[in-house]
């Protein structure tokens, strides 16, 4: 089994698309396992995008993240970082294929609704940054056996 992060970024919260999203996720079967309320600092923003953090668009990149509180969730399930990944869609949602969160909910490159990890390596360093060991639980869903078979997870 796998973990993985979702941000609910501040475009899914100022546009009341929070249980659409959240609701997809269950109904596939993913288990939330972490999820939490914050404000995200400049200095987790800079982390969580260091790959951006020279680009001329890191500003409005981190001052739309910054917009509201995000809604942050640890996800688990069988290869659940390729999983989610490919519900949310491409980056630029224009291009984002019908049935993703990015290709139903949104218009934008950066309002895009939601960040999911995109590897397993990322899904890790993530997880680690946005919970401690007590925030992420621990628990079986009643309903595994008609998740997956058996020989599934
Ligand atoms: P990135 O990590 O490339 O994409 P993804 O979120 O699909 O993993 O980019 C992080 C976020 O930065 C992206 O969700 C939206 C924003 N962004 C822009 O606004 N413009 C851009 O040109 C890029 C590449 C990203």
Request: overall charge neutral; hydrophobic content about 40%; cysteine-free.
């Amino acid at each position: 089994m796998q973990k993985t992060l979702v941000i609910i970024k501040p475009s899914a919260i100022q546009r009341g698309l929070v249980g659409d999203v959240i609701s997809r996720f269950e109904k596939k079967g993913l288990q939330i396992v972490g999820f939490k309320m914050m404000l995200l600092t400049d200095d987790m923003i800079k982390i969580h995008y260091s790959h951006l953090v020279d680009k001329p668009f890191f500003k409005r990149i981190k001052d739309s993240m910054q917009a509201t509180p995000v809604l942050i969730l640890a996800l688990k399930g069988v290869d659940a970082v390729e999983v989610v990944r490919n519900m949310s869609g491409s980056t630029n949602s224009r291009k984002a294929l019908s049935g993703t969160i990015r290709g139903d909910f949104s218009m934008s490159v950066q309002e895009n609704i939601v960040h999911a990890s995109d590897s397993v390596e990322s899904s890790l360093a993530e997880l680690k940054r946005f919970f401690t060991d007590e925030e992420l639980f621990d628990y079986s869903p009643l309903i595994m056996p008609h998740l997956y078979s058996n020989d599934e997870y």
